[in-house]
């Protein structure tokens, strides 16, 4: 079996040695000194999944569909799954050029690797060359052009987005990764700048699990069309400062079953100690947390824990072919109780095999990762300053 280490399971870094972007007032000089975008670092994780996916037949409660909504209103355009990241399309350029970035509400910067790139990771597409753009200036820039591919098969043209071109890229990036689309709380990043042209910072995303079919697509929307309203949605506020990167929300601690842990039994629970990250696949709890949520865990199940599989090292795995049908785990957010099914909470890393999807951390460092953000409507409003979640089959859009 070919294994493929959780990306969240260490440090993901680029060094962008000359950043060239578009209309950026603030930045004096056409050459800009380095940039490095830093990522969670963690030691490599136990867990490993095979480089393709599990088709399985899960038992979960059921899911309202998604509502479809108008383009005009904003653009709703697809995201991919890729062995644990997901991948947006972007166009850059005239002519255009496809850009499959990861997209990752932890980061702000939108780049892609661009030629000439002497030392950088492998990609299977073709690199961005600027030179061979008309629209393409480094700073000071006149204009840019970037497109959504529109879940209509419609495009949707923005002008003047900065964006940088990575000429020496390190970290771990699989051969479709052609870089990353930030959506964090940074001014950079793709929903701050293209707000103003939609109504208002605000995105929203539905993520297909993990063992989805690979046929399958989520969505992410902008503007008005990223409403997420309805029966069974929960809100959260936002604790992130203004123009904070990280998407900084309260966890009050976690149920399972009935019985509830808490995030911190020991001290009273710091405001917006976790951040959603749709760019790390794992979720990552205090230690202590993680260790009673195990324990829970294995009381409740009627299945025994694999413990001769050296392959998994010490994480919470079961034997059965399709997916465990419980225990439900609830996250409690400030103000917004988040139900966990199994479907989002357990990951195969090969045939036969299902294990605990989250870790646990001392270094203070928090997130609730992509595979727990899976079938989640999940809205974020910079203005408002609020995290919407509900429930929904993010495979039927």
Same mark, same amino acid.
């Given at each position: ?69 108008? @383009?005009?209103?904003?653009? =709703?355009?697809?995201? =991919? ?26 980061? *702000? ?10 030392? &950088? ?59 990353? =689309? ?7 990043? @793709? ?14 995303? &539905? ?147 299902? &294990? ?24 974020? *409003? ?16």
């Amino acid at each position: 079996m070919d294994d493929w280490f959780l990306k969240s399971a260490h440090r993901k870094e680029l060094e962008i040695c000359f950043m060239e972007l578009d209309d950026v007032n603030d930045v004096a000089s056409a050459s800009y000194p380095g940039v490095q975008l830093i990522r969670k670092n963690r030691t490599r994780s136990a867990l490993s999944v095979s480089n393709h996916f599990h088709k399985h037949k899960h038992k979960h409660l059921p899911f309202s569909p998604v509502p479809k909504k108008p @383009l005009a209103s904003g653009p =709703i355009t697809r995201v =991919i799954t890729n062995n644990g990241d997901f991948l947006m399309k972007l166009s850059l350029g005239s002519p255009p050029v496809e850009i499959y970035g990861l997209i990752d509400t932890g980061s *702000d910067l939108v780049w892609t690797q661009c030629i000439p790139c002497n030392d &950088c990771y492998k990609q299977n597409n073709p690199m961005f060359e600027p030179q061979r753009s008309k629209t393409y200036s480094s700073i000071p820039c006149d204009s840019k052009e970037s497109t959504f591919s529109s879940t209509n098969g419609d495009s949707t043209v923005v002008e003047d987005i900065v964006f940088g071109c990575g000429h020496k890229n390190t970290g771990t990036f699989n051969e479709n990764d052609m870089g990353i =689309i930030g959506f964090g709380g940074g001014p950079l990043s @793709l929903v701050s700048q293209v707000g103003a042209k939609y109504g208002g910072r605000r995105f929203s995303q &539905c993520l297909v699990p993990f063992h989805a079919d690979p046929n399958s697509s989520g969505t992410i929307s902008f503007g008005e069309a990223s409403d997420v309203s309805g029966g069974g949605v929960v809100t959260t506020p936002l604790v992130s400062a203004e123009g904070q990167t990280p998407y900084l929300v309260t966890l009050q601690g976690i149920t399972v079953g009935d019985k509830f842990v808490p995030f911190d039994c020991s001290t009273e629970v710091s405001k917006g100690n976790i951040m959603i990250d749709s760019g790390t696949p794992t979720t990552y709890l205090p230690q202590a947390l993680y260790d009673q949520l195990v324990e829970e865990l294995k009381v409740k199940s009627n299945l025994r824990p694999i413990l001769d599989d050296p392959d998994l090292g010490t994480q919470l795995c079961y034997r059965s072919e399709t997916n465990l049908e419980g225990p439900i785990l609830t996250a409690h957010f400030d103000g917004a109780d988040v139900q966990l099914m199994p479907i989002q909470t357990f990951i195969s890393p090969k045939d036969g095999v299902f &294990c605990f999807a989250m870790a646990g951390a001392n270094d203070g460092v928090y997130i609730f990762g992509n595979f727990a953000q899976a079938n989640i409507l999940i809205g974020f *409003d910079l203005d408002k300053r609020t995290v919407s979640f509900k429930p929904a089959d993010c495979t039927k859009q």
